[in-house]
């Protein structure tokens, strides 16, 4: 199956479910049916879309922007049920933890990622990474949260009290560009300049 847009497209996801494909080209969302094979939603809310996610219950899909703001979609009839405004510049990840209780977004240039509370949608922390956020990540053991960016530094903070636990340097200095967990939670993989690094979780070495 290939799916033709206008534009390039800038992100995507796919539901946990395997039923939804969202991806973005320019400022619409579109929904893509996997059953049906084709588009059944366009959302249109936005200025340029960064980042899209789905939460891992399938019940959200949540849209980052330049315009500094995230919205969420209700999957059932794809209608914005929140608008979170607390980034002072434009945001370039999002990521749900693996219970569904957080939301995670990271300033691409406020260099903050901010933590939102998925039962009220109000902000429960800023974590300072420091640097131009890149990717963020939750672990499925719903107890720790990864950022990196620009800068050879994964930063790992504890999700109880939202304090650091850990802090990963690349001894040759190389800038990190993505980061993901493997979903036995043993893995943290960066991507770096030229290379993949693998952090073992038990250990913090690669």
Known sequence: MEIKTEHKVSCIDVSSDGLWIAYSSHQYITIWSVVLKRPVQTLKQHSFVTNVAFSKNGQ???????????RIWDTALWNNIQILKEHKMG???LAFSFDGK?????????????IWNTNTWKL???LNYGYIVSSVAFFPNNLWIACAGDFPMTQIWKISDWQPLQTLRNVDEKTI???????????LVNGCENEVKFWNTNTWNY
Do not use: Q, R
Request: charged share 20%.
């Open 102 to 114: 957080w939301l995670a977004s990271g300033g691409s240039h406020d260099k903050t990622v901010k």
């Open 91 to 93: 945001i370039s990840c």
């Open 177 to 187: 560009f993505s980061l993901a967990i493997s979903m036995d939670g043993k893995w």
């Open 124 to 126: 429960e922390k800023t």
């Open 60 to 70: 959200w899909l949540a849209s980052a922007s330049v315009d500094n703001t995230i």
